[in-house]
């Protein structure tokens, strides 16, 4: 389900993101369905989005990247914004720090309960290695 950081309001029906943690100019062309030239156009515009580049120097926008393109992508198209509208729209935003204070919950209950999961994998780490060290002798 996609998760905008969208002031709190339940997210829009849009394109479902992947979980990766980067994507190219022509993922997230796709995902929002424009042309990778708008994105370009759109990272001179709007000072929040800014993809890392790779050493190869191409673009990687992380998910908070893409969440942003589909929201400048509503904006401007759905709710037929200027540009300049859009960027002052979202620059006016309240940040999302009840948002931002629940995932870092979520983060942390995913090693609440994980002491069982952790005993597992080390006991089969455990195997592998006295297999390894069986074929080695």
Do not use: C
């Not at 990778?36 to 580049?53: A, C, H, I, N, S």
């Amino acid at each position: 389900m996609l998760a905008m950081s969208n002031g709190g309001r339940p997210p829009t029906d849009g394109p479902q993101i992947p979980n990766k943690l980067y994507f190219r100019i022509g993922e997230v062309a796709r995902l929002a369905g424009i042309k990778p030239y708008v994105l370009r156009f759109w990272e001179t515009e709007f000072p929040g989005l800014g993809p890392k580049k790779s050493g190869t120097g191409h673009r990687l926008y992380r998910r908070k990247d893409v969440e942003l393109v589909l929201e400048i992508k509503r904006l401007l198209y759905e709710k037929r914004y200027t540009i300049e509208g859009a960027r002052k729209f979202l620059e006016a935003r309240p940040k999302p720090t009840a948002e931002k204070a629940a995932n870092s919950k979520r983060q942390g209950e995913l090693f609440d309960s994980r002491a069982e999961v952790l005993s597992e994998v080390r006991r089969e780490l455990a195997e592998i290695v006295s297999l390894l060290d069986s074929v080695d002798k």
